[in-house]
């Protein structure tokens, strides 16, 4: 199981950025996904989840509105897109999937998930 999240970079305030989360051992189709941050001196969050059908899907507060997340099960890619873009958006961002497919704790953190990609750094500068 390997994840690889990629898209990260500086942006200014009110900027967009799409984060792709790249799967590869297993099939994407089958497991739910979701999106953490980790701001310096923060605890990782969870800002975006998506069940394998795509029919549940999570946005902590702070983010409705603003991301979207998406999947695209034949590419085994999923997306966070990432518009409006304010200062405490900055973090290193993560894509994860819990350990077993068709699995979904109902909540989007850390617990539930098994599996993670190594992250990607979002920059937003006032």
């Known amino acids: 199981v390997q994840l690889q999240a990629s898209g990260g970079g500086l942006v200014q305030t009110g900027g967009s950025l799409r984060l792709s989360c790249a799967a590869s051992?297993?099939?994407?189709?089958?497991?739910?996904i979701g999106w953490f941050r980790q701001a310096p001196g923060k605890v990782r969050e969870g800002v975006s989840c998506?069940?394998?059908?795509?029919?549940?899907?999570y946005l902590a507060d702070s983010v409705k509105g603003r991301f979207t997340i998406s999947r695209d099960n034949a590419k085994n890619t999923v997306y966070l897109q990432m518009n409006s873009l304010k200062p405490e958006d900055t973090a290193v961002y993560y894509c994860?999937?819990?350990?077993?497919?068709?699995?979904?704790?109902?909540?989007?953190?850390?617990?539930?998930?098994?599996?993670w990609g190594k992250g990607t750094q979002v920059t937003v500068s006032s």
């Open positions: 998506v069940t394998w059908s795509g029919g549940s899907t």
């Open positions: 994860a999937v819990p350990r077993s497919h068709h699995y979904y704790s109902g909540s989007c953190i850390e617990s539930g998930m098994g599996y």
């Open positions: 051992g297993f099939t994407l189709a089958y497991y739910a």
